[in-house]
């Protein structure tokens, strides 16, 4: 159920930052956000030391590869039809250059779900088997655990997790049959 997926998608993988309703950013892979006086370029510091749930570090490849992807299937990050251009400054720093003006941009950006360049790159689709925990990676407060087709996702706390460790250790995600029982 892409419900599910999508649900599962907001505990195993963090953005750069969430905008919050006062217009302040909670940092999660980003520690920093700046645009520039035109706001034209937008520049993200990205946490040093980050993992992926299976151990992996997270790489300036690893944003970059995101975000390309990301441009590739989706308009957010583009302005009358010309994307925008996303550049590596150094291993922990990425700049965002606009063709344009756009006010939504931080908000666009914000929450783009990271993607391990390791486990994509190369594939057709992003779509993760979920019969197999060691195909499902993230960087978000937990990782996949078990997948029990038509009864639940299992997921636990990821202890590579760069932000403050989940308070749970770990949870179900059970599925409901019928959209009448959610009632």
Not at 5 to 14: E, F, H
Not at 44 to 51: E, P, T, V
Not at 177 to 182: G, L, Q, S, V
Request: aromatic share 12%.
């Amino acid at each position: 159920d892409d419900r599910i997926s999508m649900s599962m998608l907001a505990y195993i993988n963090d953005g750069l930052f969430t905008l919050m309703p006062d217009g302040s950013y909670r940092f999660k892979i980003a520690e920093s956000f700046e645009p520039s006086a035109d706001g034209l370029t937008y520049t993200a510091k990205i946490k040093s030391g980050l993992k992926w749930s299976d151990g992996t570090d997270m790489t300036m490849d690893d944003i970059l590869f995101t975000f390309e992807t990301y441009m590739a299937n989706s308009s957010a990050l583009s302005v009358g039809g010309e994307n925008c251009v996303v550049n590596k400054i150094d291993d922990t720093t990425v700049e965002f250059v606009l063709p344009g003006a756009l006010a939504s941009f931080p908000e666009s950006v914000a929450d783009v779900p990271m993607l391990a360049k390791h486990m994509f790159e190369g594939k057709d689709s992003l779509d993760m088997d979920m019969t197999d925990a060691a195909n499902v990676v993230g960087c978000g407060p937990y990782k996949f655990a078990e997948y029990k087709s038509g009864e639940y996702i299992k997921l636990v706390r990821n202890e590579h997790y760069a932000g403050e460790q989940a308070a749970v250790e770990n949870f179900f995600m059970p599925f409901i049959p019928n959209d009448d029982t959610a009632k």
